[in-house]
Nanobody, 119 residues
Framework: QVRLVESGGGLVQAGGSLRLSCAAS?????????MNWYRQAPGKQRELVAS???????DYADSIKGRFTISIDNAKNTVYLQMNSLKSEDTAVYYC????????????WGQGTQVTVSS
């Protein structure tokens, strides 16, 4: 079992920045691990925002490309999502997700953290 705990959400004005953190209860820096940030806005489906694959390769949704950055601190078993130039449409609950592919595929979710961007 892996526990993921998000933090860093809050209320920010449009154009501002926030940094989300996701602390994992075990090492997440591995070639067989993918860490993801998802978000879900009211009335919408959960969408994949950013991924870091094998601790190195990053991928982003088009809607946030150039504004958000995903990164890992291996020593702290923590993945971050730096969000800049925030827009009202970024308002959502943000979830951390971990996928481990060593033998059996295992997937874990955090509890979510609310991000609200006021216009």
């Amino acid at each position: 079992q892996v526990r993921l705990v998000e933090s860093g959400g809050g209320l920010v004005q449009a154009g501002g920045s926030l940094r989300l953190s996701c602390a994992a209860s075990r090492s997440i820096f591995s070639i067989t691990t993918t860490m993801n940030w998802y978000r879900q806005a009211p009335g919408k489906q959960r969408e994949l925002v950013a991924s870091i694959i094998g601790g190195r390769t990053t991928d982003y949704a088009d809607s946030i490309k150039g504004r958000f950055t995903i990164s890992i601190d291996n020593a702290k078993n923590t993945v971050y999502l730096q969000m800049n130039s925030l827009k009202s449409e970024d308002t959502a609950v943000y979830y951390c997700n971990a996928v481990f592919r060593l033998g059996k595929r295992m997937e874990y979710w955090g509890q979510g953290t609310q991000v609200t961007v006021s216009s």
